[in-house]
């Protein structure tokens, strides 16, 4: 499996760095969010629909109370959150199937509620609070999928990073 930690100290690094992924990704690929509240995950999918060519900030915000938002970027954005389910019967009952393997980007808050039916290709990332101000994101993939974009944030120095 292969695993990146990114320490952000400030919600415009977590934006640029999910820029930077936004940019790489492509039609099916799909990203599970998991982690604490105010970890994070709103702001990186902010960042990742910049990166998609969203191009307005304030557009994402949590889906909260209607589980499933949609932006029109360069390609599609799902973008939900499951906060409000109950189980992960209930996300196959609101028509997940048609999304994961469609024509656009997925991107789950709250993952964890369905870790056992995420696709094996799934580009996991669980946010950690390390401070007033710090988060941890960890990125992991069990399969090949990711392994450019693993390659590319790899070899980036930290400036190259933030001045996104
Ligand atoms: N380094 C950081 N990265 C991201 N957000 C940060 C950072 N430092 C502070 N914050 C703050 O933490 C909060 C993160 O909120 P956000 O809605 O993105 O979290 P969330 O994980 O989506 O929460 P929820 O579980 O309620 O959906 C914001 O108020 C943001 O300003
Ligand atoms: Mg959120």
């Known amino acids: 499996m292969k695993k990146i930690v990114y320490m952000s100290h400030s919600e415009d690094q977590t934006i640029s760095f999910a820029k930077k992924i936004g940019r790489s990704l492509k039609k099916g690929d799909g990203l599970a969010l998991m982690g604490d509240f105010g970890s994070g995950k709103t702001t990186f999918v902010k960042g990742l629909a910049l ?32 906060y409000r389910l109950n189980n992960s019967r209930d996300f196959f009952d609101i028509g ?14 709250w993952a964890e509620k369905m870790k056992p039916f995420l ?36 070899s980036l120095r930290r400036h190259e990073l933030f001045n996104v």
């Open 51 to 82: 990166g998609l060519g969203l191009g307005k900030k304030g557009y994402v915000c949590s889906p909260s109370f209607v589980i499933l938002k949609i932006y029109r970027a360069r390609v599609p954005i799902y973008h939900f959150d499951l």
């Open 96 to 109: 997940f199937g048609e999304f994961v393997a469609a024509d656009g980007v997925t991107v789950i808050e």
């Open 119 to 154: 696709p094996k290709n799934t580009l996991m990332i669980h946010f950690k609070i390390a401070g007033l101000k710090t988060r941890r994101l960890c990125l992991s993939c069990r399969e090949t999928r990711h392994e450019k974009l693993f390659k590319k944030l790899k």
